[in-house]
């Protein structure tokens, strides 16, 4: 009967930690699937700035391109009249 009730708890024992192990990986995998959903997240959003940065910077440097003709077309306008 000792035998018995030894095999059943060996087997018990080896069934728990099989199903803690799975459940431990398990747990590790939804982890590290997460971090790389926030990471390519973060990643978008960081080159989503980018551009939006350098759209920015570019509409300026147009703005400033049309103010610097502006100028010089009206030097060259009080010059000649």
Avoid at 37 to 46: C, F, K, V
Avoid at 49 to 71: A, H, N
């Amino acid at each position: 009967m000792l035998k018995c009730f030894l095999g059943a708890l060996f087997t018990y024992q080896v069934a728990y930690w099989v199903w803690l192990k799975l459940e431990t990986l398990e747990a590790r995998k939804d982890m590290n699937d997460e971090i790389t959903s926030l990471n390519l997240e973060l990643t978008r959003a960081i080159l989503k700035q980018k551009v939006l940065i350098e759209e920015r910077q570019k509409k300026k440097l147009e703005e400033e391109g049309k103010d610097k003709v502006t100028d010089k077309v009206a030097e060259v306008a009080k010059k000649w009249w």
